[in-house]
């Protein structure tokens, strides 16, 4: 009868143990980034950014920073001043756990292999770089910018 007891006990006792390691803990949905913008190997001020991804949009002047809610899906920067220049980047997002549900066992303890695919773009353990620094293109001359120059014939 203590055969049974004892194995009992340690039953109840590894699963008190382990249960505590399967939740994972509670990140914040949102993340604070900060915006750089580069032209010639200089930054530029009074840059407005639009930053999406499939969780929203959210407006910025760079630099500056901007609080967006985090997705798996990658955060596309489009950028753009009157004169200067345009950009155009795609930031990843990258796991921060070990216990990320698009790692497989991480998929399976945590959610017994269901999570990753009722909602693949929660933002649940990813997150995107802090710094984002995004480089520029220069404008185009009005002539090269679709503008025809008198006398040119348009093709």
């Known amino acids: 009868m203590s055969l049974i007891l004892f194995r009992t006990a340690c039953a109840l006792a590894l699963c008190t143990v382990t249960a505590g390691c399967v939740t994972a ?3 914040a949905p949102t993340q604070q980034l900060e915006v750089h913008t580069i032209l010639g190997h200089r930054e530029v ?5 639009v930053l999406s991804n499939a969780a929203g949009r959210w407006f910025v002047v760079a630099p500056g920073r901007v609080t967006v809610e985090r997705s798996r899906s990658p955060l596309t920067i489009d950028c753009a001043r009157d004169g200067a220049g345009s950009a155009r980047e795609v930031a990843d997002a990258h796991a921060t756990s070990f216990f990320d549900t698009d790692r497989l066992i991480g998929n399976i ?11 693949p773009y929660d933002g649940n353990g990813v997150a995107y770089q802090s710094t984002l620094t995004v480089l520029m293109r220069p404008a185009l001359p009005r002539a090269a910018a679709g503008e025809s120059a008198p006398g040119n014939v348009v093709f």
């Open 109 to 119: 303890i945590v959610s017994a292999g269901g999570d990753g695919y009722v909602n």
């Open 25 to 27: 803990p509670a990140v």
């Open 45 to 49: 001020t009074g840059v407005g950014c």
